[in-house]
């Protein structure tokens, strides 16, 4: 798939809007292929019994999610004022991970580029740039693949073992923008962890809230984090999906196990 193409197959997500913008500006100087190492018959998800139009739609959506992916993920990556070697490398492993080797090498270069957009237009134009995309995303993504979306994020900023203020404020202000609750942050920080007070915080509830109060935080988190509602961005996706809600269900074991549940 040829860059132009890549870009008709985004932009009825795009169209006339920020994101589209900077597809323009970011993308214009590539001239060979750009996501077929993303959309493979492996990793692509599955569309039983569509039409090949919405086949190339759900691609579209796809490619649309990475683009973003990266998008505010240059944003975050430059939230503390430098670029670690550590996070470019997590996003040039999650890519190749997640999406392939040619998405890994491309990816890269977007970043790079849109780092450079960033000390083109300034630190304040690229920050009110961001937040405009994601509003934009906000119209054309569902809550549980914003989550999705909002969870790589988190992945970057822990690259480097420790995650930054800047960085936490960061990814609050993409959640907010993208007219989520800035505590979606926060209930990932916690994830991976095997304490109690982690546990509370991945679920969003205080040690204090009743049995009541935490069953019902559980069962939405698990509503919202379902691996099968990212299906249709591919299996890669629905995989890093899958793990992140395995940690939720951890913590659920470590709070029903102290409880007595």
């Not at 509370?200 to 988190?221: F, I």
């Not at 099968?228 to 992140?244: H, M, N, Q, T």
């Amino acid at each position: 798939m040829a860059l132009g193409k890549w870009i008709g197959g985004i932009v009825g997500f795009m169209s006339g809007g920020p994101l589209g913008a900077l597809a323009g500006i970011v993308l214009g100087g590539f001239l060979d292929n750009m996501l077929d190492g993303v959309n493979t018959p492996e990793t692509q998800g599955t569309f039983d019994g569509y039409s090949g139009y919405q086949t190339r739609a759900a691609q579209g959506q796809r490619n649309s999610f990475l683009f973003s992916m990266l998008v505010l993920s240059s944003y975050i990556i430059k939230a503390d004022g430098k670029v670690m070697h550590s996070e470019m490398e997590l996003v040039r492993n999650m890519l190749r991970q997640n999406f392939g080797e040619v998405a890994s090498q491309q990816g890269d270069e977007i970043l790079r580029r849109l780092f450079d957009e960033q000390k083109r237009v300034g630190e304040q134009q690229f920050k009110m740039t961001v937040a405009d995309c994601c509003r934009q995303i906000a119209m054309n993504m569902d809550y549980s693949q914003r989550l999705q979306l909002l969870n790589f994020l988190v992945m970057i900023s822990q690259a480097d073992g420790r995650v930054d203020p800047s960085e936490v404020i960061a990814m609050k202000e993409c959640a907010q923008w993208m007219q989520m609750s800035a505590d979606e942050v926060d209930s990932m920080l916690g994830m991976g962890k095997d304490d109690l007070e982690s546990a509370y915080k991945v679920l969003g509830v205080s040690p204090d809230a009743t049995d009541a109060e935490v069953k019902r935080a559980y069962r939405n988190l698990a509503l919202n984090h379902h691996p099968d509602k990212v299906a249709a961005l591919g299996e890669d996706v629905r995989k890093a999906a899958e793990k992140k809600f395995q940690e939720i269900n951890n913590a659920k074991e470590r709070i029903w196990k102290a409880r007595g549940l």
